[in-house]
């Protein structure tokens, strides 16, 4: 599903946050990604997006070449990767029904289908009861099963987590990761920027540990450190 | 992708609603200077009709003093139908002169009851068969001296006059208009930038989602488009209601003697509102255009 061929990624003030990294996941795969900040995670996820570019090697997403993909056919790959944030990046002034169909209504969905799709993914994320709320109503948990809902609303074959416990108590993260679970078991490719060690260590799955933009550990079933 | 109408309709509307006092701004200097524009191409076909009228033949007028006897106009009105270089003479007696000069100042009734037929001088105005200026101005000069005569105009140089002065004119406004529309459109590119800025979460969304760069510029697009062809509308209408005075302003047909009205026709009203309509749509598209290369990085 993801494979990256020796890439390297150099900031213009010459910090290199990524060095000849070669990493394969295969489809269904849950991966977290765990180092100090500023070690090239966030580089790592941003370079899958196509929101960076590599100056060497090759990254393959959903079988394409990714660097060699035209300026037009990148809002066509983001389709189909879904992004959280530590942040949640939800729109202020829109509800919990209008920020997740937001996302289809920009793709172009018809409206039978955002009637449809998004009343489902609230209530698989548990906030059907609350789609006429606006984020600031709601708890940080909340708002980012939102955000969750709206990167899993198209069904995509990849979702990318940046951190998205980074602001949330550790029995929220729990539930954030129930979640995050339920949709590995769809079938979707999860890859997780992390830096906390309670939730590595509880589901033990596989772990990549980038330390000063090289990959120092790459453990199946691994813990933290 | 087909991208949706009511979609379209609602972003542009909301951001134009935005930045009220701005749009306003950029709307009213693009109706200034396509008015300007547009005044100065009528002013140029209004002179170019005008003009057009004298290509029958150039001519000149030869004035009489107000004393001349009746045996001088005669003479003079002789040798004039009889020279074999003039091909038409028309004599205006004191009250064709004085009724001509009645109609040119209707508006201005005091200045009528200060003259009367007899203040104003008789003229031949005359079409000469050799149309050279050079000639003309020779033949024309022949008379000069004669008993009687006042003095010659030639309508080449009062055309000269006009042509220069109406393309100097022209010039001038167009430099001006020309920096207008600059401004307006480094309006429409900042009113723009702001309303980016002001949606920069959702454009964020947007591509983090997978919407396609069309779809996030084109309301930014219309946006620009839409500014630029209000401002547009606006100095079409004000032309428009402007075009009765502008006619009574510019020297009627009498007003300069031997030139032909400054008429602009529906059609060429037209042609004028056309190409302001366009430039208008282009100046919003330029603004928008370099706005959405420049600040939406997608």
């Given at each position: 599903m993801i494979t990256l061929e020796n890439v390297t990624k150099t900031y213009k003030?010459?910090?290199?946050?990524?060095?000849?990294a070669n990493v394969e996941i295969a489809k269904g795969e849950f991966v977290f990604l765990v180092g100090a900040s500023g070690s090239g995670k966030s580089t790592f996820i941003r370079l899958l997006n196509k929101e960076e570019t590599p100056e060497q090697g090759h990254i393959y997403v959903a079988g394409k070449d990714i660097g060699r993909l035209s300026g037009w056919k990148v809002p066509y790959l983001r389709r189909n990767i879904g992004c959280i944030f530590q942040d949640f990046k939800l729109l202020p002034t829109k509800t919990v029904f209008e920020n997740v169909a937001f996302a289809l209504e920009v793709i172009g969905r018809p409206r039978s289908v955002i009637d449809s799709q998004v009343p489902a993914i609230l209530d698989l994320v548990g906030l059907g009861h609350k789609?006429?709320?606006?984020?600031?109503?709601?708890s940080g948990g909340e708002q980012q099963r939102v955000s969750v809902a709206r990167a899993f609303v198209n069904r995509p074959l990849i979702l990318l987590a940046d951190?998205?416990?980074?602001?949330?108590d550790p029995a929220t993260s729990v539930g954030i990761m129930k979640l995050l679970d339920r949709i590995n078991k769809t079938g979707t490719t999860v890859v997780m920027a992390t830096h906390d060690r309670g939730i590595v260590d509880t589901m033990r799955r596989r772990v990549i540990e980038i330390d000063r933009g090289s990959i120092v550990r790459d453990q199946a079933r691994g813990v933290y450190e | 992708m087909p991208v949706k109408f009511d979609y379209l309709v609602r972003e542009t509307t909301s951001n134009l609603g935005r930045n009220v006092t701005i749009t306003l701004a950029s709307i009213m200097t693009v109706a200034v200077s396509l008015a300007l524009v547009g005044a100065s191409l009528m002013l140029r076909s209004g002179v170019e009709n005008a003009t057009k009228r004298w290509q029958g033949g150039i001519e000149f007028v030869v004035f009489l003093r107000i004393d001349a006897t009746q045996q001088q106009i005669d003479s003079l009105g002789n040798d004039l139908e009889e020279s074999?270089?003039?091909s038409k003479v028309v004599f205006v007696d004191q009250q064709q002169a004085y009724s001509e000069f009645k109609s040119l100042f209707a508006d201005s009734p005091e200045l009528i009851d200060s003259v009367?037929?007899?203040d104003l001088p008789p003229s031949f105005r005359i079409e000469p068969v050799n149309k050279d200026v050079d000639a003309v101005e020779a033949l024309g000069l022949t008379y000069e001296g004669r008993s009687g005569v006042d003095q010659v105009v030639f309508a080449s140089k009062t055309i000269r006059l006009i042509q220069q002065l109406s393309s100097r004119l022209t010039v001038g406004i167009f430099v001006i208009a020309a920096f207008l529309l600059g401004a307006a459109g480094l309006l429409i590119l900042n009113t723009i930038r702001m309303a980016m800025f002001a949606r920069r979460r959702e454009i964020e969304v947007m591509k983090l989602v997978g919407a396609t760069n069309w779809f996030i510029r084109v309301p930014f697009m219309l946006e620009g488009l839409v500014q630029g062809l209000i401002g547009a509308f606006l100095a079409i209408g004000a032309l428009a209601a402007f075009k009765p005075f502008f006619q009574k302003w510019l020297p009627s047909a009498q007003d300069i003697p031997l030139v032909g009205g400054f008429q602009v026709s529906g059609g060429e009203m037209t042609v004028i509102f056309i190409t302001l309509g366009i430039v208008g749509i282009a100046i919003g598209a330029i603004g928008a255009g370099i706005a959405v290369s420049r600040f939406l990085d997608v």
């Open positions: 003030n010459s910090t290199v946050a990524l060095r000849d789609s006429d709320s606006f984020p600031t109503e709601l951190e998205p416990t980074g602001n949330l | 074999p270089e003039v009367t037929a007899e």
